[in-house]
Each structure stands twice: as C-alpha cells, then as structure tokens.
C-alpha cells in the first residue's frame, strides 16, 4: 500500500494521512449473483487520529476494516495507509500453547527483531497493557480482560503506526469493558497511534473516538460523521457522552428504517 509523504516541520517526511480510502467499493458472490456489501466510501484517517466506525450487523464494517488491513481486496477503489496496519479482532486468537510473553515475541520475532531482544521488548510491552509480571502465563490463566490486553501488546510489537480494532471488547463484560477503554485511551494517547475502530455499540464510539463515522446498512456508504469535541477522560455515564449517544442512535435508527433492517 502507498504513502503519502510531505514534509515536517524538521525537515524529515511524515505521513499525510495513517489511512485513506477513496470510492471503495466491494462485491461478494452470492446466490443471486454478485452482492454489493460497500459501495462508493471515502474516508481519511489523519495521523494519531482516533475514529470508530458505525453501524448496523452486516453493513460492511468488518469488511471495511479487512479491505484497510490488506486481507482482501476492494472490488473498486484505491486504500492507501502508513506502512502496514496492526489489527486486533473480537477474539483474542493467542496460541494457547505458548505463554503471554512468547505470543508477544512471535510478533518480535516476525518484525525481525533479534531473539536476544525480543523478551526485554516483550515484557516492556505488558508493561505497557499493565500486565507486568504476566510474561510466563498461559493463555487458559487469564482472565478475558487479560487475554485482550495480551491480544493488544502484541498487536502493538508489530510498531505499526495504524491500529485497527474489529470489536476487541465486545465479548467482555461491562466492568473490564469501561476498565480497557481506559486502558486504550492511555495507550493512544502515549503512543499516538493512529486507530480505526469498529463497533456497533454507540456509547462505546462517543467515549473512544475523536470522530464518529456511521456507515448506512448494506450496501454500506458514509452516511454521516461527528467529531467528538469532549475532553479525555471519558466515562460512558456522562451527560455530554449520553447526549451525543442519543442524537448519532437516533441516526442509526433511521438508516435501519430507511434501508429496511429490523
């Protein structure tokens, strides 16, 4: 994927954008022939950008976010990024067979970092996910929270500028979900990561995002965006999250009417 460059302030070059999509479209083939799933998107994400990504079951998010990290291919359309993209799914997909740790290393060591380094870096980063100590665990001696911090180090070994993020808390309960917003707020915010994410969840989108962008159901388009101009932290009880929550709800309601989903 290409990169724009332009140059900083220092005279070195730095990225225009972490990820730009410009007029995707995707087809899949389907019983009835070829089923439009996106169709005609455009969106920016600029460096150290946070933006969460809306909308009803099936409208194409998740194929967005696959399109973005390079596992397919849009069927029109051009995706640019900075360099290649991490990406962090529902599912925490650790090898159970290898330790918190050495799950970690295997992203080191896929980067090319040398072995000799690879351990340091490794529990420098559960540091960072503020799992310090965890470095021997197994995969079935951590808690789900735990599991998806894991999923979150090793998401970051790969020192990628963009983070893509398909839904990574929405299998846990309430309590660890509002603690690991935090902990991805923090960690944005130290490393200034770029990050897409999806979700279907509103509250989840106006407590994360910088900007909120609602794509109607399938096929799916940019129907709408928000920029979320509250100060960090966050919580997902307050008032100026929960009035945003409503006005973009109210919206997502409507596309699900106009585009008959139930």
């Not at 990574?168 to 979900?177: C, G, Y």
């Not at 917003?181 to 897409?196: G, M, P």
Request: net charge neutral.
């Amino acid at each position: 994927m290409a990169t724009t460059l332009a140059k900083a302030a220092d005279g070195t070059e730095a990225a225009t954008h972490a990820a730009r999509i410009t007029h995707v479209s995707k087809s899949f083939a389907g019983p009835a022939g070829q089923q439009l799933v996106l169709d005609d998107v455009s969106l920016d994400v600029a460096p150290g950008e946070f933006v969460t990504l809306l909308g009803a079951s099936g409208c194409g998010k998740s194929t967005l976010l696959n399109l973005v990290a390079g596992l397919d291919r849009p069927s029109a359309g051009t995706i640019d990024t900075d360099g290649r993209p991490a990406l962090m799914f529902q599912e925490h997909a650790l090898f159970p067979w290898l330790t918190a740790g050495k799950n970690i290393e295997l992203a080191l060591k896929l980067r090319g970092v040398p072995k000799s380094e690879r351990r340091d870096k490794a529990e420098e980063l559960l540091t960072l996910v503020r799992l310090g100590g965890a470095y021997g665990k197994r995969v079935h001696e951590l808690s789900g929270g735990m599991r998806q911090r894991v999923a979150m180090a090793r998401a970051l070994a790969q020192e990628s500028r963009l983070l893509l993020m398909d839904e990574p808390f929405a299998a846990l309960d309430a309590i660890t979900r509002d603690v690991l917003h935090d902990e991805l707020t923090r960690i944005w915010r130290e490393t200034k990561l770029s990050v897409l994410f999806v979700t279907h969840n509103v509250r989840e989108a106006v407590r994360l995002a910088e900007r909120v962008v609602l794509l109607s159901s399938r096929p799916g388009r940019v129907a709408r965006e928000w920029t979320v101009d509250l100060p960090h932290p966050r919580r997902i009880e307050d008032a100026a999250v929960a009035e945003l929550s409503v006005e973009i709800t109210e919206e997502l309601r409507g596309e699900i009417r106009r585009h008959g989903r139930h």
